[in-house]
């Protein structure tokens, strides 16, 4: 499953945005892995452009599974979990074909980690806790700095 970490309210939405984008292409779920604090807080932030209606239409007609959308109440539509039932090892070789065309670049953000002697992981809402942290430590002399996971 894709991961996605945000550490502001507009990367919250760009990444919902770029996950239903993902979760689409791949029919497959994405996390975005924000914590309750970015979920109560409000920051300013800019939406992306919305899409027509042609293009909702497009989407909607490209999808693979009538479940997602609705269907006619007469009409039986079966909706299988990947993990029970018949076919598994079809599934996970599907999966796997699917796995191979992701980018594996994993998008991380370095905060001065140049010169560091201490660099520090953290992501969400601590990830500007430690930013914060990492300028006092450079004010008082110490080098440190930040890997943020994206």
């Given amino acids: 499953m894709i991961v996605q970490a945000p550490s502001t309210v507009q990367e919250c939405v760009d990444m919902v945005y770029e996950a239903f984008d993902l979760a689409e292409r791949d029919d497959n779920p994405v996390l975005i892995l924000a914590d309750g604090v970015l979920g109560t807080m409000m920051e300013p932030v800019v939406l992306p452009e919305m899409k027509t209606d042609e293009e909702v239409k497009a989407l909607k007609a490209a999808r693979r ?11 039986r539509v ?6 029970v039932g018949t076919g598994q090892e079809a599934r996970n070789i599907a999966a796997a074909e699917m796995y191979k065309t992701w980018d594996k670049d994993v998008k991380v953000e370095e905060f001065m980690t140049d010169d560091a002697e201490i660099i520090m992981a953290a992501y969400g809402i601590s990830a500007r806790i430690a930013k914060t942290a990492v300028k006092t430590l450079r004010e008082e002399g110490i080098k440190a700095g930040l890997i943020r996971p994206v």
């Fill in 78 to 83: 079966l909706a299988e979990p990947g993990s």
């Fill in 65 to 75: 599974h009538k479940s997602v959308v609705g269907h006619p109440a007469e009409e």
